[in-house]
């Protein structure tokens, strides 16, 4: 970065975008955010407004945080004097393509160029631009300022340099950077969450849960351990004394027979309504507001005990192994 208060661009102010606005100005940082939703204006402060209070808890100063944000009248604007570029555009590749080679063109030769995707490895829309050495993936989880993973995931063009200085600068805002080695659709995270939704929905398709007997069952059990340890931890501190190597000798056989009864349901207009009603069943009685606040009130204090505990581990410190 140029300075020691870095401008970052964002583009896009959906639920994502205004997220990270909150965060990076929560830091100090100036931002200039575009996008061409009418309401634009409103909707930054009013998840300024909303962040605010969540920042502060973090530890963060946010006294003149609106001061810290300017919006601004389209890309060129956004990231004219840009350090950092953060985009969180449609899911799209076309899109995403044309975009970026906007961005090349207009942002500082020195900016990053990180793409908020979530699926879309940055190879995809890259492949038609001379340039892409500072174009990688920088894939947050909802909301970014609170969840503090950060998935950086290079290109195949992409150099060395702009991945440590992307690490450095999501580092630079509290979050955990995690470099992937390589790419594959829907990178580690949402790999993992669409496995474990599958068989969610399995098992509500069959009749064994309901949606929110299946939510207690996680955040009583899987959720809490994997909170603290993750999945490989938790296996190894499973097998006892013995370790991994104990769960894999002598669970091994019975975990290919869960292995092979997974389910695979088909996505449909009949599943996808059964499943929508019964989601809606269980918690359309509370608006996405409250139901909302209420999670974010709750991975506070997640955060909060985890940081109390002194559990950020060796692996939330590695970029690469």
Not at 120 to 141: E, N
Request: glycine fraction near 10%; hydrophobic fraction near 40%.
């Amino acid at each position: 970065m140029s300075n020691t208060h870095p401008t970052v661009a964002v583009i896009g102010a959906g639920t994502i975008g205004l997220s990270w606005t909150a965060l990076f100005a929560g830091h100090g940082l100036r931002v200039r955010v575009t996008d061409p939703r009418p309401d634009l204006a409103e909707a930054v402060d009013e998840a300024l407004a909303e962040a605010a209070p969540q920042l502060a808890r973090q530890g963060l100063d946010t006294t003149g945080l609106t001061g810290r944000v300017l919006l601004a009248e389209g890309v060129t604007e956004a990231v004219r004097h840009a350090d950092v570029v953060q985009e969180n555009g449609p899911e799209n590749t076309d899109f995403k393509r044309e975009l970026f080679a906007t961005l090349v063109r207009e942002a500082p030769s020195h900016a990053l160029l990180l793409s908020s995707s979530s699926a879309i490895p940055s190879t995809a829309f890259t492949d038609r631009l001379d340039d892409a050495a500072r174009i990688l993936i920088g894939h947050p989880f909802n909301p970014p300022h609170l969840v503090p993973l950060v998935e950086v995931v290079p290109g195949r063009r992409t150099c060395e340099d702009a991945v440590t200085r992307a690490v450095e600068f999501y580092r630079s805002v509290g979050r955990v950077p995690v470099v992937e080695r390589k790419e594959i659709p829907g990178f580690v995270g949402n790999r993992l969450q669409n496995a474990l939704s599958r068989e969610a929905i399995h098992l509500v398709e069959q009749g064994v849960v309901s949606p929110s007997e299946l939510d207690a069952i996680m955040v009583n059990s899987l959720g809490l351990r994997w909170s603290t340890v993750g999945p490989f931890l938790g296996a190894h501190l499973g097998g006892g004394p013995g370790g991994y190597r104990h769960m894999a000798e002598h669970i091994g056989p019975s975990m290919q027979r869960m292995w092979d009864s997974l389910g695979r349901p088909e996505q449909n207009p009949e599943q996808t309504e059964r499943l929508v009603r019964a989601v809606e069943d269980a918690y359309g009685s509370r608006s996405y507001r409250d139901l909302g606040r209420e999670r974010d009130r709750k991975q506070l204090a997640v955060l909060a005990a985890l940081k109390d505990a002194g559990t950020t581990s060796k692996q939330n410190q590695e970029t690469r192994s």
